[in-house]
């Protein structure tokens, strides 16, 4: 799980920017491939605990939403800075689900005063016990999101502002196009074990390399195979199973069965470096987009972890979509910042 657990930065492709992933104190700020950034902040490693974002696109017009989300009913009036009730007005808006509840505006008066009460406070205290959002490093995130979207010295900016006038700001990156399309082909029961102990003969190496476990397959995680287009298939081989979830290794297998499957292994450059994800976690394929999928938790509740997906283009997969949150905590489970996007 050191890949779930690690600050990375995903390299974007052509016209687009590129992702990054920061960590100040108690928040982490990223940025995707077309510079849409998200800051939040909460308590490290607690479970269910209130937790803020401010999320804002690139381009001289983008929006400020901040979002504040706490895991138990509060009011408008439950909110202090350093002991000082905050006045939330009736911009802002407020919604419970259950017992969590969520406030939030895109108001850029009330974003501004809010930020305003925030930058020199230790913390946002919330309800009437102990439970806290850190305040420390929310300003250098917010400085880090207006380096990312070139706004410093623009009207526009959240920490930094000056004279520069919005239309100076840079226009959002164009994101990469990327289709999916419906795979209407079907492997025979027979093809797919074949495919399958094809696999498993020519990954050998690969499987004692990831240190992979025997008898692994289960209700949860199977042998797969499935159809690519004419010559080409997807097989999942199970290769550890841990408490809450499992890890497969995946090969790209020919058809025609006189070329060798190769390991799916992805490129994920962090900070620069390309970094191999060796095995999948809880993979999966949709034959309705050829999309394939994976999603691997850095803790069994889900507060922290990794996802991405890939589509098959015909030749090969192409990355389509990163969602990323190296620190565990907050309140809502899955909710993890996205690093790469597609159109």
Same mark, same amino acid.
């Given at each position: 799980? %050191? $890949?779930l657990l690690a600050s990375l930065a995903l390299g974007g492709a052509a016209n687009a920017a590129d992702p990054s992933y920061d960590r100040y104190k108690s928040w982490l700020i990223a940025c995707d491939n077309g510079l849409t950034c998200e800051a939040k902040g909460?308590?490290? !490693?607690?479970?269910?605990?209130?937790?803020m974002h401010v999320h804002r696109a690139a381009g001289p017009d983008a929006v400020t939403e901040v979002t504040i989300g706490v895991p138990f009913p509060v009011g408008l009036n439950d909110f202090r800075a350093d002991g000082i009730s905050l006045d939330l007005g009736p911009a802002w808006q407020l919604s419970r689900d259950e017992d969590a509840t969520t406030i939030s505006t895109s108001n850029p008066a009330a974003v501004m005063e809010l930020l305003s009460d925030l930058r020199n406070a @230790?913390? $946002?205290e919330?309800? %009437?016990?102990n439970a806290v959002i850190p305040l420390d490093g929310i300003v250098a995130a917010l400085l880090h999101m207006d380096d990312r979207q070139d706004r410093l010295g623009n009207v526009t900016a959240l920490?930094?502002? !000056?004279? %520069?006038? @919005?239309s100076s700001v840079a226009a959002a990156p164009a994101l990469p196009i990327l289709a999916r399309r419906k795979i209407d082909i079907a492997l025979s029961d027979e093809e797919g074990q074949r495919l399958i102990l094809q696999a498993k003969n020519s990954g050998k190496a690969v499987f004692e390399a990831e240190e992979c476990q025997g008898n692994t397959s289960g209700e949860d995680l199977k042998e797969e195979a499935y159809p690519l287009d004419a010559d080409h298939a997807l097989v999942f081989i199970p290769c550890i199973i841990g408490a809450y979830q499992g890890s497969s290794l995946a090969f790209i297998v020919p058809r025609n069965g006189n070329d060798a499957p190769v390991p799916f292994q992805p490129k994920l450059p962090f900070g620069g470096d390309e970094t191999e994800l060796k095995i999948l976690t809880e993979p999966g394929f949709d034959m309705n987009t050829g999309a394939l999928r994976m999603a691997g938790r850095g803790r069994a509740v889900g507060d922290c972890g990794l996802t991405a997906e890939w589509v098959w283009d015909g030749m090969q997969f192409q990355l389509a979509e990163v969602s990323y949150q190296g620190t565990c905590g907050g309140s809502q489970l899955g909710d993890w910042p996205t690093l790469f996007r597609t159109r």
């Open positions: 799980m %050191a $890949l909460f308590k490290n !490693g607690v479970i269910s605990s209130p937790d @230790a913390q $946002l919330v309800g %009437a016990g920490i930094t502002r !000056g004279t %520069a006038p @919005a």
